[in-house]
């Protein structure tokens, strides 16, 4: 008897603890239970102009209550109006929402069309405007093909509660990062900047951004062993080739000399020279 009640309490608990490994907590019910205290506290701190509290607050969030859940399906439109419904994407999704009026930084789309060119064998990259055909058409030429651009005209389309959800709740322009099996791994709001940046510095503030949710999907790719053996992390691949250089700079030539005291006393040698051709013009004018 006490075997067999034994045998029941272990056969309990090993059937809770697979149905908790199998329940998953739909994206919009997790945000759903916890945006209406969120706002109300980011309400207060926008009225004290804490952007620091607010980060904080949205980080804890994202990392509490959003990650881990699982994206809901919900029905998106290609420029071609071919209906794609978000669970057809077989690869780990890189998403970035948009509106056609969200004015990004300079180089912004240069370093996400670098990312999606390097990694679009491993990850889906998805930009999804909240907007129409139209609007999304003048866009269309500023992105790399392996992009796939699609929108979501809210006039028309029948999944209004994840719309609700990802348009209005978090705002946007926003990041998602997910697994194949649309696991959300992070979620982070796009990086900006003040208008006078530069294309060169932009492009490094946004590629250093975007890069950061392309290695958390490439090491969740790693860890449950799915990456391919020559695949190199964003970070990884500036490391290696900051190496590379460091490297030849320290590589020495036939007299000895690394590249950087070979540059320096070519810099020398041509200062003495226009050093020399000025004192040989003064003595000229002298004479």
């Known amino acids: 008897m006490k075997k067999l009640l034994i045998l029941g309490i272990l ?19 997790a945000i759903s239970a916890h945006i ?36 809901d399906n919900f ?34 789309i240069p370093a996400l069309n670098d990312l999606a060119d390097r990694f679009h064998d491993q990850i889906d990259f998805i930009v999804l405007f909240w907007d129409t055909k139209e609007n999304l058409k003048s866009k269309s030429n500023e992105y790399s093909q392996n992009i796939k651009l699609v929108y979501v005209d809210e006039k028309t389309n029948q999944d209004s509660h994840i719309v609700n959800k990802l348009k209005h ?11 194949e099996e649309r696991k959300v791994l992070n979620i982070q709001k796009v990086e900006t900047h003040h208008s006078s940046e530069t294309i060169s510095n ?31 992390a964003p970070e990884e691949e500036e490391e290696n080739t900051s190496k ?19 540059r320096i006393d070519e810099e020398y040698e041509k200062y003495k020279k226009e050093k020399d051709s000025l004192k040989k013009r003064r003595r000229r004018r002298g004479n």
């Not at 109300?40 to 859940?69: C, I, P, W």
């Not at 503030?205 to 290695?215: A, C, D, Q, T, Y």
């Open 169 to 179: 709740a978090l705002g946007f322009p926003m990041m998602y990062f997910m697994d």
């Open 11 to 29: 056969f309990s608990y090993f059937s809770n603890v697979v149905a908790q490994e199998e329940r998953r907590i739909p994206f919009s019910t």
């Open 244 to 262: 590379k250089r460091r490297n030849k700079k320290e590589e020495r030539d036939a007299d000895g000399r690394t590249e950087e005291e070979r």
């Open 36 to 71: 209406v205290k969120y706002n109300q506290k980011m309400d207060a701190v926008y009225r004290e102009n804490d952007m620091e509290r607010a980060q904080f607050l949205f980080d804890s969030l994202v990392t509490n209550h959003l990650n881990g859940t699982y994206m």
């Open 75 to 108: 029905t998106v439109n290609t420029i071609k109006e071919e209906p794609v419904a978000f669970e057809d994407y077989e690869k780990p999704l890189f998403l970035i929402t948009y509106a056609a009026w969200c004015v990004p930084g300079v180089g912004e």
């Open 202 to 232: 932009s492009y490094n503030i946004h590629f250093n951004s975007l890069s950061k949710g392309v290695s958390l999907i490439i090491a969740d790719l790693d860890a449950r062993g799915l990456l391919a053996d020559d695949v190199e």
